[in-house]
Each structure stands twice: as structure tokens, then as C-alpha cells.
């Protein structure tokens, strides 16, 4: 809702479409879920239940948010190219003598973020860094606020942690409740067979199901209960698949987790479509189809990082653990490399543009190529990347040679 309200006379002055203004700002919001250094309840409980650093929660979330990012800024530089809307002089927008005035105010974030990767506890973290925001705000008049609101601050910010603690609590509880019960193993056994022990198979399953619950429930419900009943049917198959044990389980959570937020996205129950939909005053159904449209390298992307060991190079740690020195890095780079092509020539292949616009059967060849880019494998990769560069480099050169006819970029 703050997004859609912040940047709807944006959208408005470069002369969007108001669907699809609508259907980018309900992907935007839901951006924060997977963005550290605070994800929101999901995080902690995954370090609760997997008993491992918030750091490390922090490091496997980059790759999978930067590709979610990329995939938002190649699909709005493609629309407006497309559309011939004029671009907003940066100048416009930001006041950078404001931005000078009131940096300072990012410096706690910063904290925290060195705070956690040099290993220190969230507690003594965000202690610190919450005294650090009372200094800077104290130390500025232009923000010094009365003593009873920073009280009144502090006693909402506490009440706003509640049902954090609520959260882990239940979701211990509900764990529990299923291994005693026996439901997750009879859940995990029915999904073996009907996914016939592929680990394709079972990831798809699984995120149709995360997808499905997360239309009725929070991001946060539908990562508990998806890792309460599939996560140990997904580790076992992507352990077969030649993934070793840690950086199995690793994969397997970080999948739920972007599943259950990307719930927020799809339709036909997409709540971040109709937030922003009652602000575009647009359709809820149609603007959760076209945020569907604008995430959809994201729902790739989930995937990626569980269907063999070289897709977990996304999440970085669990390669870290495994591997060493200059190889771990040159295994991490080659992964984003293709992954970063495949968030581009899939956005090029549902906008039907790059520098002019693709025939029918040039975008369903970049979208086939682009889908096997995000496939983790190196052969398979190079052959789709090869098919998808050739394309656009023919579209690219096709339109310069228009150009250099007619004296203008064709659409």
C-alpha cells in the first residue's frame, strides 16, 4: 500500500498503463520478504528451526533478491522502450542536497549489517542499533522528538515483536505436532509417489502447493506448514540428485520460503495485487495476472536453487561449505552469469521486445531458451544462451539498420 501510494504520480507522469503500473508495484512490495538485512518473521524462523546464523539467513537471500530485482528493472526498461513513454530526468526526482542532509540516517542499517557479518548476536545487533537511531535522531533538531513519543516508540516497536515470538512458537509447535502425529511422514510418502522420486517433479508439486496455500494464508503459515509437511520428501530427493546433506536442507528451506512469498503475487488471491489495485484503481484479478507477469522469472528462479548442486550456487553458502578458494567462486559466478541471462531474455520474451519488436516465433524460442538457462545445467546452458544471444543480437542489428534507413528506432 506505501509503495503503490508513493510511486502512483510517478507511474502516472511517465504515462503507464495503470495495469501495469498496478501489477509492478504489487511485485515490488513484496520484495521486502526476501530483501536482508530483515526479511521479516520467515527468517527467524528458519534460524530457529534450522539452527543456524542469521548471517548466513542474510548471504543465501542476496542472489535470489538481486535476480528478483534485475527481473523488475528489465521489465519496466523494455515496457518504456516498447511504449515510447519519455524517461524522468533523475534530477527530478531526487533532491540530492536532502539525500546529503539526512544520509547519516542509513548508518544504523549498515551497523547492523557489519554487526551480523562479523558474528554477533541479534540481540546485542539490534540493542545497539536501536540506541544508535536514538543518538542520530537526538543529535539532529530537525528530528529530535519529544521524550513520550520515543517512549511511545519503543512500546510499539516491543507490541510489533509479539507475534515474531508468536510465530516461532506456533511454528515449533506445529512441527511437532506432525512428526508426532506421523502426518508429515504419511504427507512426505504420498509425495515421493506422485512425484515418482524426480526431483522436478516433487519441486513443482511442492511450489503449486505453496501457491495454493498461500492464497489463504500469510507468507509466514504457508513456509511452516510447507516445511512441516514437504521439506523432508524435497532434502532426500535433492540429496539423490547429488546435492551433500547441509547444503540440501539449506536449499530446500530457502525454496519454501521464496515460494510462500511469492503466494503474495499470484493470482487469483494475490493480496500484494489487491493493495495495489485499490490504490491504481484498477481490477484486483486482472492486476494479479500482469504482477504474475512481471514476477515470472521469479517463480525460475525459486527452482533453480534445488535441482542440482550447481543451482545452489544462488544461495552461495551452501557452495562455501562444499567447495573452496577460487573454484567455489568461479562455480558461484558461472551460475549468476546464466541466471542473469535467463531473467533477461525470459523479460525479453514476455515484453516481445529488446531494441524493436520480436516476431511470435522469436519470443517463444528466447522464452523455450530462457527457461533452460535457469535449468542447472552448464551444457544445456550454453547451448540456450548461444540460441537466445544469436536472436537478440539479430534484433539489435536488425533495428540499427532500420534506423540508419529511416533515421529512427522502429517499435
Known amino acids: 500500500m506505501f509503495v503503490a501510494t508513493l510511486t502512483k504520480p510517478l507511474f502516472e507522469k511517465v504515462g503507464y498503463d495503470k495495469l501495469v503500473a498496478a501489477g509492478v508495484i504489487a511485485t ?27 548471517s548466513s539467513i542474510i548471504v543465501m537471500a542476496i542472489g535470489p533478491m538481486l ?71 537526538y543529535a539532529d533538531p530537525s528530528l529530535r522528538p519529544p521524550f513520550g513519543n520515543l517512549i511511545k516508540a519503543l512500546e510499539e516497536g516491543i507490541i510489533s515483536l509479539l507475534p515474531i515470538a508468536s510465530a516461532v512458537i506456533a511454528a515449533n509447535m506445529i512441527m511437532s505436532m506432525m512428526v508426532i502425529s506421523g502426518l508429515a511422514s504419511k504427507f512426505s510418502i504420498i509425495l515421493m509417489d506422485i512425484s515418482g522420486s524426480s526431483i522436478l517433479l516433487a519441486t513443482l508439486f511442492t511450489g503449486v502447493f505453496s501457491l495454493i496455500l498461500g492464497m489463504g494464508v500469510p507468507p509466514i503459515a504457508t513456509y511452516v506448514l510447507t516445511s512441516a509437511l514437504t521439506a523432508p520428501t524435497i532434502q532426500k530427493l535433492a540429496m539423490l540428485n547429488g546435492i551433500p546433506e547441509d547444503a540440501a536442507l539449506l536449499a530446500t528451506h530457502m525454496f519454501l520460503f521464496y515460494f510462500a512469498v511469492l503466494a503474495e503475487v499470484t493470482p487469483p488471491v494475490a493480496l500484494s495485487a489487491y493493495a495495489a489495485s485499490s490504490v491504481m484503481g484498477t481490477d484486483p484479478i486482472k492486476t494479479g495476472v500482469f504482477a504474475a507477469r512481471v ?69 517463444i524460442i528466447t522464452g523455450i531458451c530462457a527457461v533452460l538457462l535457469f535449468y542447472p545445467n552448464v551444457n544445456m546452458n550454453i547451448v540456450a544462451g548461444v540460441i537466445s544471444s544469436i536472436i537478440v543480437i539479430k534484433n539489435w542489428t536488425d533495428a540499427r539498420k532500420i534506423k540508419m534507413t529511416t533515421g529512427a528506432l522502429p517499435t
Request: with cysteine; charged share 10%; proline share 4%.
Open 67 to 137: 535476480l528478483y530485482l534485475l527481473g523488475i528493472v528489465v521489465y519496466n526498461e523494455l515496457y518504456v522502450k516498447k511504449q515510447k513513454l519519455p524517461q524522468l530526468e533523475i534530477s527530478t526526482l531526487i533532491d540530492f542536497s536532502y539525500f546529503l542532509r539526512y544520509c547519516y540516517v542509513f548508518i544504523p542499517i549498515i551497523f547492523i549489517i557489519m554487526m551480523i557479518y562479523r558474528g554477533f548476536s541479534i540481540n546485542i545487533t539490534v540493542t545497539a542499533a536501536t540506541f544508535l537511531f536514538i543518538l542520530f535522531a
Open 28 to 54: 515490488v512490495g513484496s520484495i521486502a520478504y526476501i530483501t536482508p538485512p530483515v526479511m521479516g518473521s520467515i527468517s527467524f524462523i528458519m534460524v530457529e528451526l534450522l539452527a543456524i546464523p542469521y
Open 295 to 363: 514476477a515470472l522469472p521469479k517463480y525460475f528462479i525459486g527452482l533453480t536453487f534445488i535441482l542440482s548442486f550447481s543451482g545452489t550456487a544462488i544461495l552461495i553458502i551452501p557452495v562455501l561449505q562444499t567447495m573452496h578458494g577460487f573454484e567455489a567462486y568461479c562455480f558461484i559466478a558461472l551460475r549468476f552469469l546464466f541466471s542473469i541471462m535467463a531473467v533477461i531474455f525470459l523479460n525479453v520474451a514476455v515484453v516481445g521486445y529488446f531494441v524493436k519488436s520480436l516476431s511470435t516465433l522469436e519470443r
